[in-house]
């Protein structure tokens, strides 16, 4: 497990916040990296100016009452629930997932993508569309101690494992209630939730813990200036528009814009590109593709994208119990922007592009 979080924040406190600067890879200012280097090698150095290191102070980890998923306010000791999205062109436009304070991106079978979103600080009317249960879901929620999951079903072969796993299941697969059709949509992706009486279907639900992040307001020194970044899947891609309007990135999901039926589009504060291995997990679906497991539990490399800079850092996870740390060359955490959070898990062999 890692350290409390008061004892993380003490430590953080006595740390310069110092960021190695990252520049570019190529002569037009973009870089494509892959996770087998260290960090991207420097062929010009950025001209952009960061701001100031943080000084102690600036770390504000969690703010009083704040959530520890994502540093907004009220969000703290408020009840888990995680729910899977369809994230293919028709899942468009996606029902509540603006609420979500983490929004993870999985890759799955033929190499298109699904998404986790956890809620807890605010839990919109309506969720969706709501799909399947992969493999790579029982790791990834562990660190939020016993969630209420939902989703749309799962290989007849992993509800065992799902039985096993930390969570309370609150599936359609285990009853109707808080799930419903959506007649202007089409079928399968008009299957949505309720998140209230969803929770309401798992009293016991773990509360809001710190899962590895912390939080500035300040943005830390070093990294690049970023306009765009790729998170490239197989058959997928989620890319990142940075709108200084908006101190906020643009979300796109399969080349278009995400968007939402609030209205609009999706945005994140803080992007995490994160490099994990991946291999195959023994599960499929009944069309023949294999599903990949994630391993979100070890070390590797990542991204981490917050008011128009990305920074090089090293992700560490040491059980699955255990939230993730993001720390750059000299063992710093690299504070987040509170907001909600987008983390794209990638395979560790994928070319990511930063531009």
């Known amino acids: 497990m890692h350290a409390p979080r008061h004892h993380r924040i003490a430590a953080i406190a006595a740390l310069s916040a110092g960021v190695l600067a990252l520049t570019a890879c190529s002569s037009g200012g973009s870089s494509t990296v892959a996770a087998g280097s260290s960090s991207p090698t420097s062929s010009t150095t950025e001209s952009a100016s960061p701001s100031p290191s943080p000084t102690p102070s600036d770390f504000v980890g969690i703010p009083e009452g704040a959530s520890p998923f994502s540093g907004r306010p009220g969000g703290a000791g408020k009840q888990v629930l995680v729910v899977k999205f369809d994230n293919t062109p028709n899942a468009q436009p996606h029902s509540g997932l603006r609420s979500a304070d983490i929004v993870y991106i ?77 007649p202007r949509r089409k079928a399968p992706y008009n299957f949505m939730g309720v998140p209230s009486r969803l929770l309401a279907r798992a009293p016991k639900a773990s509360t809001a813990q710190d899962v590895g992040f912390v939080f500035s307001e300040t943005v830390p020194a070093g990294g690049r200036a970023v306009k765009v970044a790729i998170a490239p899947y197989p058959a997928s891609q989620a890319k990142f528009v940075w709108n200084a309007t908006a101190k906020s990135f643009d979300v796109w999901l399969n080349k278009k814009p995400a968007r939402a039926t609030e209205g609009g589009t ?66 710093s955490p690299l504070p987040f922007a509170a907001g909600q959070i987008w983390i794209a898990l990638v395979n560790a062999t994928s070319k990511v592009t930063i531009a």
């Open 106 to 182: 999985e890759e799955v079978e033929f190499g298109l993508s699904r998404i986790a979103a956890v809620f807890s600080s605010v839990l919109p009317k309506t969720v969706g569309p709501v799909r399947s249960a992969r493999i790579s879901d029982i790791d990834l929620l562990a660190q939020f101690g016993r969630p209420a999951f939902a989703y749309s079903g799962a290989q007849h072969r992993m509800r065992p494992v799902l039985a096993r796993a930390s969570i309370y299941d609150v599936s359609g697969d285990r009853g109707p209630s808080g799930y419903f059709r959506d």
């Open 266 to 331: 999706q945005h994140a504060t803080t992007v995490v590109i994160q490099y994990v291995a991946q291999r195959d997990s023994g599960f499929g679906d009944k069309f023949g593709g294999k599903t990949p497991l994630l391993q979100t539990v070890g070390t590797g490399k990542a991204w981490v994208l917050r008011d128009g800079r990305a920074y090089a850092v090293t992700w560490t996870r040491s059980s699955a119990t255990s939230g993730t740390t993001f720390t750059t060359a000299d063992g």
